[in-house]
Nanobody, 124 residues
């Protein structure tokens, strides 16, 4: 069982940066692949970024590639999403998710645990 709590969201102007954090409970955090997803009003939840259990491999949605960076610190049971050059279309609730295996996936249905989400709003 893993419990996830996101933080770091807020209001930022276009072109600005935010760093999201996701704190995980449990002693087996290092065995989980982790992902970040987002959901804008009226839209489906979409994949943003993911990382393997060791942090050795990452993947990104095309819409954020080159602007966002996912990382993790297994000693702190945490995963992060550094978001640079933010755009108004990045506005959404951002969720972190844990997958009970070492490798990541892009489909939300393949993740077992979810946080409550943190709001990111980018003004133009």
């Amino acid at each position: 069982q893993v419990q996830l709590v996101e933080s770091g969201g807020g209001l930022v102007q276009a072109g600005g940066s935010l760093r999201l954090s996701c704190a995980a409970s449990g002693r087996t955090f290092s065995s989980y692949a982790m992902g970040w997803f987002r959901q804008a009003p009226g839209k489906e939840r979409e994949f943003v970024a993911a990382i393997t259990n060791t942090g050795g491999s990452t993947t990104y949605a095309d819409s954020v590639k080159g602007r966002f960076t996912i990382s993790r610190d297994n000693a702190k049971n945490a995963v992060y999403l550094q978001m640079n050059r933010l755009k108004p279309e990045d506005t959404a609730v951002y969720y972190c998710a844990a997958r009970s295996t070492y490798y990541y996936a892009e489909a939300p249905t393949l993740y077992n645990y979810w946080g409550q989400g943190t709001q990111v709003t980018v003004s133009s």
